[in-house]
């Protein structure tokens, strides 16, 4: 079984997010991760992630948010500890489009790092064109992964020793992303997750679609490609990654993945994937 560790179901999906949920069970993505980002989606993110057993949700507000929320109003005690929520995401720093802010961004940033720790949750990080902010207010007091991971190995070398994971996104599958893979092929697979940022960054084959969950097998195919072993194997490795980011998921009715020998099975069900 296969997890789709960020995504953002609050968007319009074709049928809707029920269907959503539903086209990725059957294509064996069994737990979906929901992240906010702005104060508009936060109580919806929360209610699709009740409302459903295998879905979770991180709770926070995007860099795009600096200057115009107080997350303490949001990221509460009642809020925070219930089964749902498993992190606090998704925040960080983005000075690609906004560098202009950048005091206010790492106030906000900071703020709910501080929040995180208070409840010993993970946190769900976004990071652009931001390394150096990033490297000096992301320390080990914290915990968590650095999603849709597209920075340097540089970056990535100084959060590994810093305990964090690192989450791929179709990005990975782009023909443009040599430099993405070369760092993803250097971090050790026991600390990557996968995810899709649905209804962003769709996988090849899927560009020009709108993204959802069940192509996060698409990004998994890729990486058992630079990692050189089996889907199969490199499922399961992703499963427990996730189960020790994110050890608030409790799976009740959704089984652990299991433990397949038929390699040409496996291939066939990955590869099959378009709807």
């Known amino acids: 079984m296969f997890i789709d560790t960020h995504c953002?179901?609050?968007?319009?999906?074709?049928?809707?997010?029920?269907?959503?949920?539903?086209?990725?069970r059957r294509k064996n993505v069994g737990v979906i991760v929901c992240s906010s980002a702005e104060p508009d989606n936060f109580a919806p993110t929360l209610e699709i992630a009740r409302g459903h057993k295998n879905v979770?949700?991180?709770?926070?507000?995007?860099?795009?948010?600096?200057?115009?929320?107080n997350?303490?109003?949001?990221?509460?005690a009642d809020v925070l500890t219930d089964n749902a929520v498993v992190g606090v995401g998704e925040i960080g720093l983005d000075y690609h489009v906004h560098n202009d802010n950048k005091e206010s961004q790492i106030k906000l940033f900071t703020e709910q790092l501080e929040i995180a720790r208070q409840y010993d949750l993970p946190?769900?990080?976004h990071t652009r064109d931001a390394d150096d902010d990033t490297r000096e207010y992301l320390t080990d007091k914290n915990h968590g992964v650095l999603h849709c991971f597209t920075s340097t190995w540089g970056l990535a070398k100084v959060m590994l020793d810093r305990g964090f994971y690192f989450s791929a996104s179709g990005i990975l599958t782009f023909k443009s992303a040599d430099k993405v893979r070369e760092v993803f092929e250097k971090i050790p697979v026991d600390r990557i997750v996968v995810e899709t940022d649905a209804p962003y960054c769709a996988p090849i084959p899927f560009r020009g679609k709108q993204c959802e969950c069940f192509m996060v097998k698409k990004t998994a195919a890729m990486l058992a490609a630079i990692k050189n072993m089996p889907i199969e194997e490199l499922e399961n490795i992703l499963f427990e990654n996730?189960?020790?980011?994110?050890?608030k998921i409790k799976i009740e009715e959704v089984q652990r993945p299991r433990k397949r020998n038929n390699k040409n099975n496996i291939k066939n069900s990955t590869e099959s994937d378009g709807e």
Request: overall charge neutral; proline content about 7%; hydrophobic content about 35%.
């Open 8 to 24: 953002h179901l609050t968007e319009k999906y074709r049928g809707g997010t029920n269907d959503v949920i539903g086209r990725a």
């Open 56 to 69: 979770f949700c991180t709770l926070g507000f995007h860099p795009d948010c600096a200057g115009t929320v």
């Open 242 to 247: 996730t189960m020790r980011l994110y050890p």
């Open 71 to 76: 997350p303490a109003e949001f990221l509460t």
């Open 123 to 125: 946190v769900a990080v």
